[in-house]
């Protein structure tokens, strides 16, 4: 069990807005880490989604956004599309591990 | 623009050693610290540790302390992942990514396209 929670999966139907949490704790989103977020498409390496809680890096869609508030944090995406149908990993610090730790990873399934 | 290439596939026999590679261009490879990631079949991604190409400050996982060594050569703009002796559970599709600051923390905004490796008797 991950020190990032995130839920197995979730789905929803093209158009739709989705939001994946990140359940973490004091020793990583609570203490002050950044968040970042990744998507992996089936068979491929994750891309940066979202880093330092908020950015989008150039390239990614503004359907894509995250907030952090205590010790959780979260991604969502507007306007659903097919080729959004991948798993979602979270990504902190942990000072208690002194590692950086990733979620557990969410899949999103497009209905 | 950033590329990471990484060696390719390998099959190998449990106990014998390994080397795979990630080879870095379009920046300069010794401003950035490299990770790798490792990715079980079927499962998440975990990290492994990074290292520094500038001096080889290496920072490993707990869980990977004294499993594998990360090493670069910076001549080559090259980092590496070794293992001196494979077992059958480090079969899984190993990353490595380029990580840049963010204010508390860092992320991984490039990525090889992973190295399978495959341990099998």
């Known amino acids: 069990q991950s020190v990032l929670t995130q839920p197995p999966s979730v789905s929803g139907a093209p158009g739709q807005r989705v939001t994946i949490s990140c359940t973490g704790s004091?020793?990583?989103?609570?203490?002050?880490?950044?968040v970042h977020w990744y998507q992996q498409l089936p068979g491929r390496a994750p891309k940066l989604l979202i880093s330092g809680n908020t950015n989008r890096p150039s390239g990614v869609p503004d359907r894509f956004s995250a907030s952090k508030s205590g010790t959780s944090a979260s991604l969502a995406i507007a306007g659903l599309q097919t080729e959004d149908e991948a798993d979602y990993y979270c990504?902190?610090?942990?000072?208690?591990?002194?590692?950086?730790?990733f979620g557990g990873g969410t899949q999103l399934t497009v209905l | 623009e950033v590329q990471l290439e990484q060696s390719g596939a390998e099959v190998k026999k449990p106990g014998q050693p390994l080397k795979i590679s990630c080879k870095a261009s379009?920046?300069?490879?010794?401003?950035?610290?490299i990770g790798w990631v490792r990715q079980m079949p079927g499962k998440g991604l975990e990290s492994m540790g990074i290292?520094?190409?500038?001096?080889?400050?290496?920072r490993y996982s707990p869980s990977f302390q004294g499993q594998v060594t990360m090493s670069v050569d910076k001549s080559l703009n090259t980092a590496y992942l070794q293992w001196n002796t494979l077992r059958a559970s480090d079969t899984a599709i190993y990353y490595c990514a380029r990580g840049v600051d963010t204010t508390m923390g860092e992320a991984f905004d490039s990525w090889g396209q992973g190295t399978l490796v495959t341990v099998s008797a």
């Open positions: 290292i520094y190409p500038r001096d080889s400050d290496t």
């Open positions: 004091s020793s990583n989103i609570g203490a002050g880490f950044d």
């Open positions: 990504q902190a610090y942990d000072n208690n591990l002194s590692d950086s730790i």
């Open positions: 379009g920046y300069s490879f010794t401003n950035h610290w």
